[in-house]
């Protein structure tokens, strides 16, 4: 089983990872700073820069986003 339901839903990088890319898809370039793509994700639930990163980790290894020049951009 993939996602357990005895721990917060809202901790799981599944739903973190659907914030970001919301967050990306509302901004009309689909880029931000990383510091800035943090405080928009903090906005919404407070979570901590390491469980922030992991998601940054889990939706590059998705090939969801990318890095280009100090921002994180949404690839599709």
Known sequence: ?????????????????????DIL???SYKKMDFFELFQALNEKIKISVYLYILTLDWLFILGLITKKQEAIIKCF
Not at 1 to 21: H, Q, T
Request: charged share 20%; aromatic share 8%; proline share 4%.
């Open 25 to 27: 898809n509302n901004n």
């Open 1 to 21: 089983m993939i996602i357990n339901k005895d721990i917060n839903p809202e901790r799981e990088i599944y739903y973190l990872g659907a914030l970001v890319i």
